[in-house]
């Protein structure tokens, strides 16, 4: 009998480490875990993730050979910059002539701010890279080592086009035994003073992540597991532990895209709003087209060449306590029962619960007194929380993570409600209307920001608590919900599924046909370094022509063979019905127009009348989705074609000419997608007809002469 083959993801949180196993074909659920994080344990948060992975491998009888992949997501990073747990760094900026000018003030950010009170500090000299000698270089090592550097970055003008310098910087400061990283392996962007902060922040978390990653690394192999030990990267892929070693920097935010990853691969969303809500804080993300939204993060308030999600982070929970002020309802959070040292007053027994007297605490130093608590006649105390309300106004359904014990809150709420004035139901709903309101704030400019359309938002909560917030705000709102299956879990199911992930930037002015296929090798190569294997690798180029940027996206599957995870195709009726909502019309005025591989486009028309109905104007709209009924493409006004291989070089000249402005000046080509087998294609950069059909001819390379594809186009 052939053995099951399992993936194993493990989330290391701020306060719990979770694991999951998956069955690799199915990808069901099969086992899950939680244990207190080991903060304080020598071997720290390693340790934590030693012993949850020999409980949960037991407890399911796997052997080790069976596990075929492995990762864990982390906050690691996050947290000790947010602690200023991080290592001095020394920078040794370099450059000459007029250029070493400037470059000697911008190899330098000074201490870098990373929360109140909290600073990276470093250290700076500065070298003309003219005629420089390894003694110069190992001089300044040594100086910058005596003020108290632990870790060395080479920061070098132009180090992009040539990294010489900067190699010889790390090879020398290696060879002293001292972690050393170069400005050109975090970012081949021009723009030396982002590209060294960016570095410094990275090289600050070499010391700390190092240990941790030797650590996790050397318990997989001693549990005699195979499989390669991957990370969680922030934008939702994974890299290889060897990669961590070098670019820690890109765990940063890592477990907030783990949770989204997470919704994504098992609840079929095409435009939604993800809440992962846990005790303390919710984190909100923007899925749109299927896809997450990502853009560069921030650190200390600077920017950084740092390609992450867009998570907005709230101190809205489960746990959430509840503020008064004046005989009134003032606000919720951002202190939780957690950090008040206080237990939830939605899971006590009835019982405990005896004569209720409302008592006023500051959770932390400095805080005021305004936070309300329980207070019982047998000398116990819960919270009042967020939750407390959830479970008080029916929100949380049975067998849910938050569901709680509604006798239990409601007999506690009473005191609270005689304090403010209100009946119990009243004072429930009015802390869940302070919760949403302060949520719904940031879901307005998310929605604004992305350009999503209200009406077909559906909005997903994941995390212990989702349940505790995200079905009111839906319902007063008028959006859709869906809560996440396996909701308090849904952050290491994403990263046990989770696909390597790799990004490149260059500043290109006017790229040619050989620059785009330099940056596509080289993603390639790096993306298979990272650990996926080629024939699953996906590439995406973008031109930013504003910003002079030449970017690749690779995305790869650690697998010998990548999967479709939903093995049920949508049936088309249901199919026509999610076009139609999606674009906005009916289910009997839309039509399958093509299909191709695994993706449908729907075609809906409507007339337009003008001018007291004299004017009449057709406007099409078009949906492309894929089997599992996700729609990834939306838009009215495209013209759209289906052509096979063999014929696409003559047929699409003519599409493209036939939907190319020209005007005295230039002509401007149309904005193009490209779907065929599995794969989306976005053109939408390109500049040209020419890089255009010469990128759509390298990515179809492999296709056979009579495969065929949907090819959009719009302006």
């Known amino acids: 009998m052939e053995r099951k083959k399992v993936r194993v993801g493990i989330d290391v949180g701020g306060t719990f480490t979770d694991a999951a196993v998956i069955d690799n074909e199915t990808f069901e659920v099969i086992g899950k875990m939680k244990i207190p994080t080991t903060h304080h344990d020598e071997d720290g948060v390693a340790k934590g993730i030693v012993q949850i992975l020999n409980r949960i491998l037991e407890s399911q009888g796997i052997l080790p050979e069976d596990v075929t992949f492995i990762a864990h997501g ?26 070493g000018m400037s470059a000697r003030s911008e190899s330098n950010p000074g201490d870098i701010g990373l929360a109140p009170g909290k600073f990276l500090k470093t250290y700076h000299t500065f070298l003309d890279s003219k005629n420089l000698t390894d003694a110069d270089i190992e001089t300044a090592i040594d100086a910058l080592v005596q003020q108290g550097a632990e870790v060395i970055v080479a920061s070098e003008a132009y180090s992009v086009d040539d990294p010489t310098n900067e190699l010889r910087v790390i090879e020398l400061a290696n060879r002293k035994g001292i972690y ?18 960016t570095a410094v922040v990275n090289a600050s978390l070499i010391p700390k992540m190092m240990e941790t990653a030797n650590m996790t690394e050397k318990s997989v192999k001693n549990a005699n597991i195979q499989s390669q030990l991957m990370i969680m990267r922030c934008d939702g892929g994974v890299m290889s532990i060897d990669e961590v070693r070098k670019r820690p920097i890109l765990t940063m935010l890592s477990g907030l895209a783990a949770g989204v990853a997470g919704a994504l691969m098992y609840e079929k969303i095409s435009d939604g709003i993800f809440f992962e809500v846990g005790g303390t804080s919710v984190d909100i993300s923007v899925i749109k087209n299927g896809k997450v939204m990502i853009q560069n993060a921030q650190v200390g308030g600077h920017r950084t060449y740092l390609q992450s999600l867009d998570v907005r982070t709230l101190g809205i929970a489960g746990g959430s306590m509840i503020k008064v002020s004046g005989g009134k309802i003032t606000d919720v959070g951002p202190r939780s029962a957690h950090i008040a040292g206080k237990e939830y007053e939605a899971f006590a027994p009835a019982d405990e619960i005896v004569s209720p007297k409302v008592k006023f605490v500051s959770p932390r130093a400095g805080d005021p007194a305004e936070y309300a608590i329980c207070e019982c006649g047998n000398g116990r105390e819960f919270s009042y929380t967020l939750a407390g309300a959830a479970n008080i106004l029916g929100y949380v359904p049975e067998g849910d993570y938050a569901y709680g014990n509604k006798e239990a809150a409601v007999k506690a709420w009473e005191a609270l409600a005689a304090h403010v004035g209100l ?13 949403i309101d302060k949520t719904m704030k940031t879901v307005n400019e998310m929605i604004q920001d992305y350009e999503l359309d209200r009406a ?28 996440a299956s396996n909701a308090p879990y849904v952050s290491t199911i994403g990263v046990a599924l989770a696909m390597v992930k790799e990004q490149l930037e260059r500043t290109v002015v006017n790229p040619t046909e050989e620059d785009i296929k330099r940056i596509r090798a080289d993603i390639v190569e790096r993306i298979v370094q990272s650990g996926a294997s080629e024939e699953t690798v996906e590439v995406t180029i973008e031109i930013d022509s504003q910003k002079n940027i ?3 996206i690779a995305t790869g599957s650690t697998e010998l063979r990548s999967k479709d995870l939903g093995q049920q195709a949508m049936p088309l009726e249901e199919m026509t019905a999610v076009a139609a909502s999606s674009v906005d019309q009916s289910p009997e005025n839309t039509r399958l127009a093509a299909q191709s591989g695994r993706w449908s486009l729907f075609e809906a028309e409507q007339t337009k009348k003008s001018l007291f109905g004299l004017m009449k104007k057709k406007v099409n709209y078009v949906a492309v989705l894929d089997r599992e009924g996700v729609v990834r493409f939306k838009k009215s006004g495209v013209q759209f074609t289906k052509v096979t291989k063999a014929a696409a070089d003559d047929r699409l000249n003519e599409f493209l000419d036939d939907n190319t402005i020209y005007s005295d000046a230039n002509a401007t080509i149309p904005k193009v997608f490209a779907f065929y087998k599995e794969k989306m294609l976005d053109l939408t950069g390109m500049q040209t007809k020419e890089q255009l059909l010469s990128i759509l001819t390298l990515e179809t390379e492999m296709l056979k002469s009579e495969d065929e594809m949907i090819v959009i186009a719009y302006q």
Do not use: C, W
């Open 456 to 483: 077909f938002v559906t909005l997903v909560g994941g995390g212990g608590s989702g349940a505790v917030l995200v079905p009111a705000m839906a319902e007063r709102e008028g959006f859709k919900v869906q809560i």
């Open 550 to 552: 030449l970017r690749a």
């Open 180 to 197: 050393a990283t170069g400005g050109h392996e975090i970012s081949q962007l021009y723009g030396l003073k982002t590209r060294t902060r």
């Open 423 to 435: 009946s119990v139901e009243e004072t429930a709903r009015k802390v869940m209307d302070i919760a």
């Open 74 to 99: 982390t906050t690691q990073a996050t947290n000790a910059l947010l602690e200023g747990d991080v290592a001095r760094v020394g920078i040794i900026g370099m450059g000459t002539g007029l250029d």
